[in-house]
């Protein structure tokens, strides 16, 4: 018996697509198409106020349908052209790595979490990459998008996009996608409304240049401080 067919004897729910709660959400996941993507989740950090999007992993297509890999993001203002991609897949497994073929190109992405995060009550492994908002957008343009995912256990070489049919883990990026795209325009908006809070002023050439202590000698005058580093970094 194929190792997928045993992950799926017992858990239909937990292939990452639907929560077990009611009757309802559980036919879902019995049909790639019984029910709809729900939207992202969208608000703010109460820590720090930062705008967060986020979107559950959903399934990709793959010979099984209630054991395929899953995908889903989460998006953070902080971050801004970056995004986590959330990989889940059945079982209680170690995600070792993640590739990504878009319309031919194979790329390879890095973890953010250094372990996998395993569920043992809905029996599911969870880990995050770092992937650009630019590769999602790909993502959801491309043809023809394919994953291949290593665990512990066995090779996950699912589709994303196809060329007949789309996998809920494309529409769920899709829709991802176009939340994170409303949050950055909202914030590019408000930023470009804000009236400057400088005013212009002529130099005064008697007056010391803001770069410079007064009385600077020319090796001081030309020293740089160093730049803030990336939150990645």
């Known amino acids: 018996?194929?190792?997928?067919?045993?992950?799926?004897?017992?858990?239909?729910?937990?292939?990452?697509?639907?929560?077990?709660?009611?009757?309802?959400?559980?036919?879902?996941?019995?049909?790639?198409?019984?029910?709809?993507?729900?939207?992202?989740?969208?608000?703010?950090?109460?820590?720090?106020?930062?705008?967060?999007?986020?979107?559950?992993?959903?399934?990709?297509?793959?010979?099984?349908?209630?054991?395929?890999?899953?995908?889903?993001?989460?998006?953070?203002?902080?971050?801004?052209?970056?995004?986590?991609?959330?990989?889940?897949?059945?079982?209680?497994?170690?995600?070792?790595?993640?590739?990504?073929?878009?319309?031919?190109?194979?790329?390879?992405?890095?973890?953010?979490?250094?372990?996998?995060?395993?569920?043992t009550n809905y029996q599911r492994s969870t880990i995050r990459f770092l992937i650009p908002v630019e590769t999602i957008r790909e993502i959801v343009h491309s043809q023809i998008t394919m994953v291949r995912i290593r665990t512990t256990g066995i090779t996950y070489d699912d589709q994303v996009v196809g060329d007949k049919e789309q996998s809920r883990a494309y529409e769920a990026l899709k829709k991802f996608l176009a939340a994170v795209d409303d949050q950055a325009g909202r914030m590019d908006a408000k930023r470009s409304s804000r009236p400057s809070a400088r005013k212009q002023v002529e130099p005064n050439p008697s007056t010391p240049s803001p770069s410079e202590p007064p009385n600077a000698t020319p090796e001081e005058a030309t020293q740089t401080t160093k730049g803030s580093q990336s939150p990645f970094e």
């Not at 198409?33 to 729900?38: F, L």
């Open 1 to 119: 018996m194929d190792q997928r067919t045993k992950n799926c004897s017992s858990n239909l729910v937990n292939a990452g697509t639907c929560s077990p709660s009611t009757l309802a959400v559980a036919v879902c996941a019995l049909s790639v198409v019984a029910c709809a993507v729900s939207e992202p989740d969208i608000y703010r950090d109460r820590f720090n106020g930062n705008r967060v999007v986020e979107i559950e992993p959903q399934r990709n297509t793959c010979e099984y349908a209630v054991a395929c890999s899953a995908l889903g993001a989460q998006w953070d203002s902080s971050a801004f052209d970056y995004a986590a991609l959330l990989v889940r897949v059945p079982g209680i497994v170690g995600i070792l790595g993640l590739q990504i073929n878009i319309d031919g190109r194979i790329s390879r992405l890095d973890p953010i979490d250094k372990l996998t995060d395993m569920s």
